[in-house]
């Protein structure tokens, strides 16, 4: 059992009979770039354990395709990262994620958004300032801006992507390692990232409360979490059990299906205004 098992597993691009080719994709995403909202935001709340505010959101890319409907985040954005597309797409998903939260700010609602980052953004030495241009824009302060990057990616090449992690951080913008338990970081990466939030992912979230080596997983994260100074969120919250199961490991924040899935900014909007922050 010296093979590192899990390794190729995670790190397979995911099979999808039905996918049209790459070139397709890539066009088709250059296109719709261009067009009026084909691409557009959804946004999942973060729930905090104790009191169940809502501490923050998650903003999630959706792409309308004029064809073939509502293509998943997993079906493009894989595509976009292997070129340089990935840029534009990021600060578009940027633009449209701070635009909203000044409405949101507007409304009296200083809710913190999150962005998803992909790998090859953090290698890009001129993303810092491309943030900092877009919180200027919008007016929002960037300690509302929460960037979430992969564990897999910072331990990728770690010297510059901790180069751009760490001209984020002086901005004054939160960073969180996202799916983490699937890449392979190690307690000395993870003390030195300047990072403050951990977000166990979804996968041993979801085994917790059956499998006792997902259970073992959550517990040894959020300890370590907890011991490196770190908020912990578990993802892909599910059931009334896995709440209770977090709740008795002090997990900080949940987010999932069971409180809410990703919804379009209005109907966001709206449960800002009943329950607030
Ligand atoms: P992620 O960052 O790990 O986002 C969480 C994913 O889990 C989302 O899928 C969300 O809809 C889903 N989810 C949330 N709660 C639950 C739950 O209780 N159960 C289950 N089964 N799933 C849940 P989504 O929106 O399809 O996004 C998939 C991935 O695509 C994201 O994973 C992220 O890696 C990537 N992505 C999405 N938007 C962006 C973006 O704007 N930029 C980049 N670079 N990547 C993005
Ligand atoms: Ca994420
Ligand atoms: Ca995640
Ligand atoms: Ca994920």
Redesign the pocket.
Known sequence: AKELKGAAVVFEPEEHATAPNRLTVLGDLRRGLEAEGELFLHYQPKITLDGERIEGVEALLRWQHPTQGLVPPGDFIPVAEGTGIILRLTERVLQMALAQQRTWLDAGHPVPVAVNLSTRCLLDAGLPDMVQRLLTEHRVPASLLRLEV?ESAVMGDAARCMDVLQRLHDLGVRLSI??FG?GYSSMAYLRRLPVDELKI??SFVLGMCTTAQDAVLVRTAIDLGHNLGLTVVA?GVEGAEHVDALRTLGCDIAQGYHFARPMPAAQLSELLATVGT
Do not use: K, L
């Open positions: 992969t996202d799916d699937t992912d979804r993802e």
